[in-house]
Structures are given as C-alpha cells and as structure tokens.
C-alpha cells in the first residue's frame, strides 16, 4: 500500500464537519441541507475527508487525492451563498476511478509504469523506464460533473488497467480491502470507487464496466451499482479496457443517488419527452410485471445452496410486489446455442485500437501510439507487464488488433445476438431479467479470478449485447458476506424501467446496512 498523508483540516470545519453523519446522507438530504444552511459544501467535504483520514491507511481506496478540494468546495459554499446553486450535484463530493482523466491529474490506471518516469521495478519485467501519463484535458465525463458543481475528492484504486474481476491488486498503489471485512474480495475494478462510497468517504463514486466492473464491487460491498446502456454516458477521455463494451456509471449508495448522477453524466436523450432518470423512479414498478429468472445452465451452473436459498428469498419478495415471475424464458430457446456460437470474448477484443486511439487523444509530450509508448518505456501495453494477472491476457490473441471489416462483422453479431434476446423476451412478455449477482458467495481476498469471474450469473452477456444493468443490496448470508441482485433490461435504452424495478425493490425491502468499520 502507498504510503498516506492525512489531510490537515481548518480548525474552524471540524466541529462543523464532526456532526455531518457523512454515511447516511442522501444526495438529496444534502441538496436540503445546503438550502437551509444547515452545512455547506466545504463542511461537508471537510467530513469526508475526516473519513479519509480515518480509514484510507485501512482500505486504501485511492490512488490520488485532490489537494484542493477544500478550495473547490468553499467556491461551492460561495455559489450557494449567492443563490447560485447549479443542481442536485452541487457542492457533492464524488470520487472517479483512477481510469478518467483529469487535467494536469497523473491517470496510472492502476499501472506504476504510468505514474513515475523514474525507474520502475515490474515483478514480470524487472526494472524499466516508466512514463508520466499527464492529460492535458479533463475526460468528457469528468467535465460534466465539474459543470454541475460536483466536488473531486480525488481518483480510486484499481487493478493494472483494470484487468482483474477480484480485487484492486495496484501494482502502483497495492491491493484496496473491503470494508465489510477485509479478508472478503472487494470486487473489481472498480472497487476502490466502492470502498470510498461504503464508507462514506465520498457520496457517489465513478466507475468504468467492461465485464463486470461495476457490478461486482457495488455487490461486493453492499452497493447499488449501475451499468447503463452502451453509449449513454461518455468514454472519451478514459482510459480503454474494450471499446466495443466499455461504460462508465454511478456507485451509489442509493438507486435514487445513482439515478441522479446518472442525470448529469449521460447523454442527453433526443425524446424530449422522457422523464429524467431519478423522475421515473416508482413504487409499486414490480405490479404487473413479467420478471425472468435465472435459469441454472443458460448463464452459469447451478447456484451455491446458501445462494439458491437467499435468492430464493428474493424472489418471494418481488412477487409480494405483485411481479409475475417466469423460471423459464431461455431454456426452452436456441439462445443458448446461439450465444455458444458467437464470436468469443477474446476474438472479439479492440483492446490495441482503443489504447491507440486514448494515447493519441492525451496531446502534449505522451505518446500518441503504443509504439511510441515502447520506444519511450521499452515494453508493450498490455504484453508482458503486470497487466496479464491470473491469466487474464495469458492468450495473446487478446491483443491481437483486428481489421475493421472484422470489426464491422463483431458488432453485426453483437446486433444480431441482441435482436435473438429481444424477441424471445418479446414473445414472452418479459420486462426484465431478476438474477443472483453471482452463483457462488462472495470468494475470500485470495481467491480464484477466473473462478470468479465465471460464478457471475450475467454480466458477459450484458456487456457484450450492450444492455443495461443495476445491482442491489440483497441482505447478507449467515457469515456477513454481502449478497445482491441484479436486474437486467430487455433492450438498449430501457434503462428507465430498470431503475424504477431497483427502486421499488430498494424501498421495499432496505436491506443494506453500513460496514461496521
């Protein structure tokens, strides 16, 4: 783990500071609290960062903290003060994943390489020249939120270029630990985003998802975690796992939060007539629906008895809320088959071209190409370093860069395997998938990656076809281990509808409770 310096806090904020329980409010507790003076956003984030002090040296969530974010706040303490308050964000602390430029912000993406031109020690390479990766602008993301007046608290922890579905196994920053107990994997990549929202050391977190990376750490640490539509929030400016899979959204601590973030962050919608995400969401949204369950077989094997169990729970309780539920919507298809047959993960990889295009786009002295990354440091992105652990880039046909007609073919099955789900959903009348987060519960710190990246019921799938996706608290298995569900939607764009279902199961149920750390 780095090395932590606290941060020194003014005397005059911590009393202030002191009584905001930082864990417990919601974006829009806060959005009252600052109308009516009852604190204002430097003391707010002088109470999250009284947190970071507390607990950063325990979980190590971040990689770089904002220096100025006091400063920052106290120009939002002034815009409110003025009348001047720009939105449900404003005054907001947030932490982003240290994959999301800043600029004049080092982005590491986890990677000692990219944090130092000093010599760096690589336990694969040995010693080598590394490279200081300075964007020299803000991702388009990142200056959304700075628009709305939301406050940096600074960027999280993750796994060498995010290539780990475990754990945040930094080879610059080591390993962020969860908070529910440290000896339980905190998910990845984006785990350090959740550690920071678990405990209140920010209000929202930003994280990136290409295979499970929002999801398994929301779930991991007792989170909701939103996975939106291919294309509905921006990725320029952030450092690629896979373009054809990448998205970026919230890690919250409520649906509402998430959805309010998700408001300033996302694309904006050509219907004028669509509700704002945190409008649509409902009570009573499961009355009347159709929910698809998971189906041992179709997704993954068979679920762990104690999640089979717990799973089980749920499944009452959505229909409690008066939701139809359908055991059987793909078994009795081809869309096993069908997906069997598609290009594979690995085969279907842009890895090289997204790094080309990111590299390019940074301007200034970086490299603008993996060759003039080589040329400077003396080894290939992706090939060789640190980035390959547990296996994940063992077979280098992953790095292989393919032709755009083989590109234009990937994503011609990717619309046809998508078309193949809506119509069977169509058919029959299903509005929604309801799934165990995984088949297994929550592995240990040490465990199997690959193991646990296949024990997700769907998340493959939901990358690749671009669907969005939400998980939710679901309680806790008998030894405290955080359990959750997903809810998947029928199409791209049915993000709205999701939302409202992780609402009404939210509000039903509030299963979620604080760490004890």
Known sequence: ??????????????????????????????????????????????????????????????????????????????????????????????????????????????????????????????????????????????????????????????????????RADSSHAGDTLNPYDRRYAPGASSSGSAAAVATGMGMVGIGTDTAGSILFPASAQSLVGLKPSFNLVPTAGIFPGLANHDVAGPIARTVTDAAITLDVIANESTDVSALRYADSLRRGSFKGKRIGLFEAGIWAGALHPEVQSHYSKMIRIIEDLGAETVPVVFGDTDWKSRWSSRKSFVDTNCYLAGVDAYLAALGGDNPNSRLAFRARTGFDIGLGTTAPLHGLLANTGINVAISGAEMDRVIEIAKSLLRHYQTILKDKRIDALFMPRSIN????????????????????????????????PAGYLDDGRPIAVDIVGTSLGSDREIHSLAFDFEQHTRLRRRPAI
């Open 1 to 166: 783990m780095r090395h932590f310096i606290p941060y020194t806090i003014p005397a005059p904020l911590l009393s202030s500071a002191a009584a905001i329980d930082v864990e417990e409010l919601s974006i829009s507790d806060v959005g009252e609290a600052f109308t009516q003076r009852t604190f204002l956003p430097s003391e707010l984030a002088a109470a999250c960062l009284m947190r970071i002090n507390h607990l950063e040296p325990y979980l190590n969530a971040f990689i770089w903290l904002n220096p100025d974010v006091l400063d920052d706040a106290r120009r939002a303490d002034a815009e409110i003060v003025e009348g001047k308050q720009r939105g449900p964000l404003h005054g907001v602390p947030l932490v982003l994943k240290d994959n999301m430029d800043i600029a004049g912000v080092r982005t590491t993406a986890g990677y000692a390489g990219f944090a130092s031109e000093d010599r760096v020690v690589d336990s694969q390479l040995g010693a080598f020249n590394g490279l200081d990766l300075m964007p020299g602008h803000d991702a388009e993301l990142v200056s959304r939120l700075k628009a709305a007046g939301a406050i940096i608290l600074g960027k999280s922890n993750l796994p060498d270029f995010g290539l780990d579905g475990l």
């Open 441 to 472: 519960p929550l592995p240990d710190l040490d465990g199997d990656t690959p193991k646990y990246l296949g024990d997700q019921s769907v998340a493959t799938e939901v990358n690749e076809l671009g669907l969005p996706a939400i998980t939710v």
